[in-house]
T-cell receptor
Framework: GDSVTQMEGPVTLSEEAFLTINCTYT??????LFWYVQYPGEGLQLLLKATKADDKGSNKGFEATYRKETTSFHLEKGSVQVSDSAVYFCALTGNTGGFKTIFGAGTRLFVKA | GAVVSQHPSWVICKSGTSVKIECRSL??????MFWYRQFPKQSLMLMATSNEGSKATYEQGVEKDKFLINHASLTLSTLTVTSAHPEDSSFYIC??????????????FGPGTRLTVT
């Protein structure tokens, strides 16, 4: 079945550091890929998405490119802020099986001032 | 746009009682809503998919008689935890997929409901 694997956390960075959170997936067909962010005690917010190969999703300085050849969708940000501290989930929605969304385990990010 | 609300945001109940959680799409119609469960510091586990006007589809291992889902309208789905026990304590999150987004499979999440069973 479909699955999402993302790097384990927590990831601790200093403010203005470069962020990469790796995400790889396995899926049949051509899924849509997403990054969601969850702040403490809150639900999930869509951060960015890509619906086909080579698409780049971007939002709030975060970027991720849909790489079909490496089945990856790594999240990057050039300069993190303390306010970026949260849990980040990589997810895919396939085009089979009722369009269910599969989430990765989540990566907790701590940004120090 | 695309706001999903949940009510209540948190609830404490005694073991053996039932609790109903509402999920509403405020500014769009959702033919499909999803219910997830999240344990502390873990990912989301899909419990069931509900389509308006039909029975919910439960994931393997989820007790349909314990977690009753009703999707009575295009803007409201409810999850009732029946005869709750402490092990049902968790963070329950719903999401809604606008009927216009089938091509990109977007879904919008509610803020979650924290259930504590004592």
């Amino acid at each position: 079945g479909d699955s999402v694997t993302q790097m384990e956390g927590p990831v601790t960075l200093s403010e203005e550091a470069f962020l990469t959170i790796n995400c790889t997936y396995t899926a049949t067909g051509y899924p849509s890929l997403f990054w969601y962010v969850q702040y403490p005690g809150e639900g999930l917010q869509l951060l960015l998405k890509a619906t086909k190969a080579d698409d780049k999703g971007s939002n709030k300085g975060f970027e991720a490119t849909y790489r079909k050849e490496t089945t990856s969708f790594h999240l990057e940000k050039g300069s993190v802020q303390v306010s970026d501290s949260a849990v980040y989930f990589c997810a895919l929605t396939g085009n089979t099986g009722g369009f269910k969304t599969i989430f990765g385990a989540g990566t907790r990010l701590f940004v120090k001032a | 746009g695309a706001v999903v609300s949940q009510h209540p945001s948190w609830v404490i109940c005694k073991s053996g009682t039932s609790v109903k959680i509402e999920c509403r799409s405020l500014d769009f119609q959702a033919t499909t809503m999803f219910w997830y469960r999240q344990f502390p510091k873990q990912s989301l586990m899909l419990m069931a998919t509900s389509n308006e006007g039909s029975k919910a589809t439960y994931e393997q291992g989820v007790e349909k008689d314990k977690f009753l889902i009703n999707h009575a309208s295009l803007t409201l789905s409810t999850l009732t935890v029946t005869s709750a026990h402490p092990e049902d304590s968790s963070f329950y999150i719903c999401s809604a997929r606008p009927w216009t987004s089938e091509s990109s499979y977007e879904q919008y999440f509610g803020p979650g409901t924290r259930l504590t069973v004592t």
